[in-house]
């Protein structure tokens, strides 16, 4: 036999083979086996419960208050705040001091001095000047002159955040020269 002969035998025994491999020998009984485990399987699904019975509600807004009203949460917020011990919360029924009435960006320090062994700032609000020392109430956010210097006063405010607890800032007022004034 020729090389080539050899080799189409070759190749048709291969190609015999492969369609051999394609019959359909194992699959009709894999069918029926799984025809039979079909057959015999039964779902065992646990019924759903009934329903509950639903009972409508009838809202009467009337005069109570909107259930998702800004405000409700607002008023709620202000109770508890109230009812908390806060250590920043200012007295608010004292009677006010003279400089409590204006706010902090209408005064200029202008100078300072000493008396009586203290030192003294001189803040000027409108044509008027006020002596200022330390310990005393300035300003619209219940501010309290923590100390005086040459140069600036520095100040601690108490003022109420957006959630209405009560937070300290510092704030400061530097002596104004001729040349800020400008």
Do not use: H
Request: net charge neutral.
């Amino acid at each position: 036999m020729s090389r080539q002969a050899i080799k189409n035998a070759g190749a048709f025994v291969a190609a015999a083979l492969l369609l051999a491999g394609c019959g359909d020998s194992d699959v009709k009984e894999v069918r029926d086996w799984m025809e039979q485990v079909r057959q015999q399987t039964k779902p065992a699904v646990k019924p759903l419960s009934e329903p509950k019975d639903f009972i409508p509600y009838a809202y009467n807004a009337g005069q109570a208050v909107e259930p998702f009203s800004q405000d409700k949460l607002l008023n709620q917020l202000a109770k508890a705040a109230e009812a908390a011990p806060d250590p920043n919360k200012p007295d608010l029924q004292r009677p006010r001091e003279v400089l409590e009435g204006f706010p902090l960006d209408t005064m200029q320090m202008v100078g300072t001095m000493q008396k009586g062994g203290a030192n003294y700032a001189l803040l000027q609000i409108d044509r008027a000047v006020y002596q200022v020392r330390a310990g005393q109430r300035i300003g619209q956010n219940f501010g309290i002159v923590t100390r005086v210097g040459d140069d600036a006063i520095n100040i601690r405010e108490v003022v109420q955040d957006a959630a209405g607890e009560w937070v300290e800032r510092m704030a400061k007022l530097e002596l104004q020269s001729k040349e800020n004034k400008k």
